[in-house]
């Protein structure tokens, strides 16, 4: 049987099947993180809340009365200016616990914490009513009569205060006035 070379496919081979076209989609874009936004500064208050002012503390209270109402008031202005801080009943406490290292003071206040945490709840109690409770130890309770007992007890000179102070009438303290004596 001839073949007729026309029809024979000697040699030859088809060309590759290639898939249909499909339609070129650009690159995708790299992928950008979040957009963050600008972080406020924060604002002189937001500051100041975190720190506490600093002015001068109470100093250390020993018992002695004369220093009481000054140890007091030095006390609460600290803790009224760093209210942020100190804004709880329990905190205001200890602040002025703190500073009753020396004498009697540190003997109240260690029966004072006995008596704390001795308690179930470990509550320090109000603010107010611990004032109360150091006002009643501490401050004189007859102010006028302490003034006097401590004017007994000043000198002038060699003599006390009482001594110096001799009535008007007394003998020794006669005042002479030039003007009226005779010559």
């Known amino acids: 049987m001839s073949t007729d070379p026309r029809t024979e496919k000697v040699g030859r081979s088809k060309p590759p099947v290639q898939p249909p076209e499909s339609p070129v989609q650009p ?6 993180p979040p957009v963050k936004p600008p972080v406020k500064p924060p604002t002189q ?6 720190k506490e002012f600093q002015i001068n503390p109470p100093k250390v209270f020993d018992r002695n009365r004369d220093n009481f109402i000054p140890f007091v008031q030095d006390a609460r202005v600290y803790l009224s200016l760093n209210d942020k801080s100190y804004n709880t009943d329990q905190k205001k406490i200890i602040y ?3 500073f009753m290292n020396e004498g009697t003071a540190k ?3 260690e029966a004072f914490l006995d008596s704390v945490f001795n308690n179930v709840n ?4 109000k603010f107010t009513n611990f004032l109360l ?4 130890a501490f401050s004189t ?3 006028e009569g302490e003034a006097q007992a401590q004017l007994q007890q000043l000198k002038q000179g060699k003599g006390t ?23």
């Open 133 to 136: 409770n150091i006002k009643g």
């Open 107 to 109: 003997t109240w206040k």
């Open 45 to 50: 208050e937001e500051t100041m809340s975190d």
């Open 161 to 183: 205060a009482n001594e110096y102070n001799l009535p008007v009438s007394h003998p020794r303290r006669t005042i002479q006035n030039p003007a009226m004596t005779k010559p």
């Open 27 to 32: 690159p995708k874009p790299p992928v950008q």
């Open 96 to 98: 002025v616990l703190s």
């Open 141 to 143: 309770a007859d102010s």
């Open 122 to 125: 470990q509550d320090y109690g």
